[in-house]
């Protein structure tokens, strides 16, 4: 019966160490990936932004495709604006077309909010409900927004919307009201979980990807290397407010 | 003179009972729950101070970019949206309406915030 006991002991115990150390190897080769699923662009859920990144966009006007408006739509659908284009109606996104009078070359380019480095709709908001976020992102808080509009005379880029009327079955993540100002949030509720803008995501869905969305702060992103190599140009560069969404090919 | 102030004694006692009884029983707004369940905070306490809680969290959210935490509106009405308008209001058994209509406080949160529940791409089809 010893030798029984002695035998089995022994064994059992080799097992249960093997079950358990096999348990603890897969728990951290999880570990790692659970991080990553955890953190959105490498911040926590629950930590600040930051000025370390820069959120920008870099749209390269030759892969746009003049009849194409897939970004509007995208940007209507997830943010459920209306899609009208009568002035009372909000458009957080455009397409311009631009036409050069001496050659004829027609080219078009989606416009909106540039979210500006040293932003005029920031600067002469009264209640200070347009805000600059820590990452680069120009908001408007609707919580304090008075609607005086101010901040829609300042724009250069014509991006800010009024809302005249009231509004129902808004989106979850995007709040909007009768009386406030609003305009593009760069998806702000995307980037917050590691996403990209809907625009963006349009864009490469239709084939052109001409809408190339990153971190202007890190050196080793798509678009930090892109905008290294490529010329590319601020509009209304010479207003000197260092917007973070540049145009390449106009 | 001792009856007249042992009965004024009894006269004010029960007139202390059937306050207090009354007290027991306000009539309180019967509210829809919806999904109901375990609350991020005790519901006495929510009562008193939901709009302290989601007031601070709103600025933490709009200006610091932190989502995801304990007090959100968006999860106040994942919850208590009823089960049959998906909305928090359009009643006066709506959970948020009902409550605000009996205490006479003004909503403003739904004059931007979305009152249904948000609809899941597979509970839709």
């Keep these: 019966m010893n030798e029984v006991n002695l035998d089995t002991k022994p064994n059992l115990d080799r097992r249960d160490f093997l079950t358990k150390s096999s348990i603890g190897l897969a728990g951290l080769a999880i570990a790692p990936g659970m991080m990553l699923f955890d953190l959105a662009h490498g911040r926590a859920q629950d930590e600040a932004v930051s000025n370390k990144v820069r959120w920008g966009m870099l749209i390269d006007n030759t892969k746009c495709e003049s009849g194409c408006n897939d970004c509007v739509t995208a940007c209507n659908t997830e943010n459920g604006l209306s899609g009208g284009t009568k002035p009372t109606d909000s458009q957080w996104i455009r397409k311009v077309q631009l036409k050069d009078t001496l050659t004829g070359h027609v080219s078009s380019l989606p416009m909106m909010c540039q979210h500006c480095e040293h932003p005029p709709c920031v600067d002469v908001c009264p209640t200070q409900a347009s805000f600059k976020r820590a990452d680069g992102i120009v908001l408007v808080d609707k919580h304090i927004c008075i609607g005086c509009r101010y901040c829609v005379m300042a724009c250069p880029y014509q991006a800010r919307s009024f809302v005249h009327e009231v509004l129902t079955d808004q989106k979850t993540e995007v709040p909007r009201g009768k009386g406030t100002v609003e305009s593009c949030t760069l998806c702000v509720h995307r980037i917050d979980k590691g996403g990209t803008t809907a625009c963006a995501e349009a864009c490469s869905k239709a084939g052109h990807e001409a809408i190339l969305f990153g971190d202007l702060n890190d050196p080793e992103s798509a678009i930090s290397k892109r905008i290294r190599s490529v010329a590319s140009i601020q509009v209304r560069a010479d207003l000197g407010l260092n917007t973070g969404v540049r145009y390449e090919g106009i | 003179m001792k009856i007249g102030i042992r009965l004024t004694a009894i006269l004010f006692s029960v007139f202390i009972a059937t306050a207090v009884c009354a007290a027991d029983k306000p009539q309180v707004p019967q509210l829809d729950v919806g999904k109901g369940g375990q609350c991020v905070e005790d519901p006495?306490?929510?009562?008193?101070?939901?709009?302290?809680?989601?007031?601070?969290?709103?600025?933490?959210?709009?200006?610091?970019?932190?989502?995801?935490?304990?007090?959100?509106?968006?999860?106040?009405?994942?919850?208590?949206?009823?089960?049959?308008?998906?909305?928090?209001?359009?009643?006066?058994?709506?959970?948020?309406?009902?409550?605000?209509?009996?205490?006479?406080?003004?909503?403003?949160?739904?004059?931007?915030?979305?009152?249904?529940?948000?609809?899941?791409?597979?509970?839709?089809k």
């Design chain 2, 44 to 124: 006495k306490l929510m009562r008193k101070i939901h709009m302290n809680l989601l007031k601070h969290q709103r600025d933490e959210t709009m200006h610091k970019g932190i989502r995801g935490q304990k007090y959100s509106l968006a999860d106040c009405v994942e919850c208590h949206a009823s089960n049959k308008t998906n909305s928090v209001l359009g009643s006066n058994e709506a959970f948020c309406q009902g409550c605000h209509t009996y205490a006479a406080v003004k909503l403003d949160c739904f004059e931007c915030h979305t009152s249904k529940r948000k609809v899941t791409a597979e509970a839709s």
